[in-house]
């Protein structure tokens, strides 16, 4: 804070980035590193661990402050800045009732999203009836931590799929699923009219890629093979030939909501390549 304070004259509040990172979280421990944090005049330290490890920062504060090792000072002048901030953006504990959004956005925003997905080869996508047999494997992912937009992604995607294809049958793998769901998903896989596998990041996770295979081995001949790469577009080609591949560059609720109506040609394919792929 030398250089922030004194040399470059900020007088505003001090963030850190996240704690639980583990090069900081390996060496020094969550107590640690929250004491010298506050010792190096940080102001808002970043909790986006469990409870328990804001817990062990929380009680490691206390103790420094009972014990004087942080004075009480640092954590008045932290209250300080804090309060100017609320008052210069008018920011209080009263919030009033919201109104409730208008329901044309959400409408937009599926609308938006939608025209952010590519089909490759580009053009030549066929859309899936909405009377067909769809099986959908949706591979999940291990989030590093709930600070990355946490909520219920297979639940999200199961239910617009659901609504838009009556016969379709979702199983949702976790990121080390066991056995009787790859099993599950295998024979699903032997049972339907066509199939799209969702990846997340399958270029590290190859067990997605190891099961994904299986289950396209066990689809019925003639059966159409879809493979959606729901986060990074660099999944694309691990899984073989397939009929298609979509890219959605990202699986935010919005994005699941609208992958349905483009599979089943409800919405237009407008996107095009935003980076080159080998």
Same mark, same amino acid.
């Given at each position: 804070?030398?250089?922030?304070?004194?040399?470059?004259?900020?007088?505003?509040?001090?963030?850190?980035?996240?704690?639980?990172?583990?090069?900081?979280?390996?060496?020094?421990?969550?107590?640690?590193?929250?004491?010298?944090?506050?010792?190096?005049?940080?102001?808002?330290?970043?909790?986006? *661990?469990?409870?328990?490890?804001?817990?062990?920062?929380?009680?490691?504060?206390?103790?420094?402050?009972? *014990?004087?090792?942080?004075?009480?000072?640092?954590?008045?002048?932290?209250?300080?800045?804090?309060?100017?901030?609320?008052?210069?953006?008018?920011?209080?504990?009263?919030?009033?009732?919201?109104?409730?959004?208008?329901?044309?956005?959400?409408?937009?925003?599926?609308?938006?999203?939608?025209?952010?997905?590519?089909?490759?080869?580009?053009?030549?996508?066929?859309?899936?009836?909405?009377?067909?047999?769809?099986?959908?494997?949706?591979?999940?992912?291990?989030?590093?931590?709930?600070?990355?937009?946490?909520?219920?992604?297979?639940?999200?995607?199961?239910?617009?799929?659901?609504?838009?294809?009556?016969?379709?049958?979702?199983?949702?793998?976790?990121?080390?699923?066991?056995?009787?769901?790859?099993?599950?998903?295998?024979?699903?896989?032997?049972?339907?009219?066509?199939?799209?596998?969702?990846?997340?990041?399958?270029t590290d996770n190859t067990d997605q890629v190891d099961i994904a295979s299986q289950a396209i081995a066990a689809t019925p001949s003639g059966a159409r093979v879809?493979?959606?790469?729901?986060?990074?577009?660099?999944?694309?080609?691990?899984?073989?030939?397939?009929?298609?591949?979509?890219?959605?560059?990202?699986?935010?609720?919005?994005?699941?909501?609208?992958?349905?109506?483009?599979?089943?040609?409800?919405?237009?394919?407008?996107?095009?390549?935003?980076?080159?792929?080998?």
């Amino acid at each position: 804070p030398g250089i922030l304070r004194h040399e470059l004259g900020f007088a505003g509040v001090i963030y850190t980035d996240s704690l639980s990172m583990q090069a900081i979280e390996d060496r020094y421990g969550h107590g640690v590193a929250a004491v010298r944090c506050k010792l190096a005049g940080v102001d808002m330290l970043e909790a986006n *661990e469990p409870i328990a490890h804001q817990l062990t920062r929380f009680h490691a504060l206390a103790t420094a402050l009972d *014990e004087g090792r942080i004075p009480a000072e640092v954590f008045a002048a932290t209250n300080a800045r804090l309060d100017a901030l609320r008052a210069r953006y008018g920011i209080t504990g009263n919030v009033p009732p919201l109104d409730a959004p208008d329901p044309a956005w959400e409408s937009d925003a599926v609308r938006i999203a939608a025209h952010t997905i590519v089909a490759l080869p580009e053009g030549e996508f066929e859309p899936l009836p909405v009377d067909t047999t769809i099986g959908f494997i949706d591979f999940q992912r291990l989030r590093s931590s709930e600070a990355e937009d946490p909520f219920n992604r297979a639940g999200v995607f199961r239910q617009a799929a659901e609504a838009m294809f009556p016969h379709a049958r979702v199983v949702a793998l976790g990121h080390e699923p066991g056995a009787t769901d790859v099993q599950r998903a295998i024979a699903m896989a032997g049972e339907i009219d066509a199939l799209v596998v969702m990846t997340r990041d399958a270029t590290d996770n190859t067990d997605q890629v190891d099961i994904a295979s299986q289950a396209i081995a066990a689809t019925p001949s003639g059966a159409r093979v879809i493979h959606v790469a729901l986060r990074g577009p660099y999944d694309r080609g691990l899984l073989g030939p397939v009929e298609a591949t979509i890219l959605t560059f990202g699986d935010p609720a919005v994005t699941l909501r609208a992958l349905p109506a483009v599979l089943a040609g409800e919405r237009p394919l407008a996107a095009t390549m935003p980076v080159a792929l080998a």
